[in-house]
């Protein structure tokens, strides 16, 4: 369903754009990082959307995982690439009772989109006068739990780009925080 999902938003907002749709043989790390490692430099300067994401630390954090995935996304970027992925979909702690970032959101060199939803909800962003009317965070508790992830990483030092903006600190660095933007989640 997210991958469909994915796809079909992105033919939506860019109906002439070539999209290709890359799955990886499992949902197992070495399985991302084959495919990963197998499309992207087929795709120099590709706009790249990943579908996937774990917490970055505590019990399903992968340290080794995380590594290997941020040298195939050094590789991408210096081709040009643009790598996204998804600041989660169960708030600050991914479903987990601690606030976690979500991987691979949470790496420096990915763009962290997070989610809103039209104020007040569920009327969507216009108003009565069909203009828009504003957002919130994507927050919907009453189906579970789930809403948009965000939170400082544990792992990322701040990238340039994010100095001065984050208090949040680890020792004498500040720590990468995610979302970087916010999209509507609802798309009312």
Request: hydrophobic share 35%; no cysteine; glycine share 12%.
């Amino acid at each position: 369903g997210e991958i469909a999902l994915d796809v079909e938003d992105a033919h939506a907002m860019a109906p002439d754009a070539r999209i290709v749709l890359a799955s990886a043989s499992s949902d197992s790390n070495a399985a991302i990082h084959a495919a990963e490692a197998a499309v992207l430099p087929r795709y120099p300067g590709a706009i790249v959307s990943q579908s996937f994401g774990s917490e970055e630390a505590g019990d399903y954090g992968d340290p080794a995982d995380e590594t290997a995935m941020h040298k195939i996304f050094e590789s991408a970027t210096l081709r040009g690439d643009t790598l996204i992925a998804s600041a989660g979909d169960w708030g600050a702690g991914n479903g987990d009772p601690y606030v976690m970032a979500s991987y691979p959101a949470s790496d420096p060199l990915v763009l962290s989109v997070g989610g809103t939803q039209g104020l007040p909800y569920p009327t969507g962003l216009l108003n009565s006068h069909n203009r828009y009317g504003g957002e919130e965070v994507w927050n919907e508790p009453q189906y579970g739990d789930i809403a948009t992830g965000g939170a400082p990483s544990v792992v990322w030092k701040a990238p340039i780009w994010q100095y001065g903006l984050t208090q949040y600190s680890s020792g004498s660095h500040a720590m990468r925080t995610v979302p970087d933007v916010s999209y509507d989640e609802i798309g009312r």
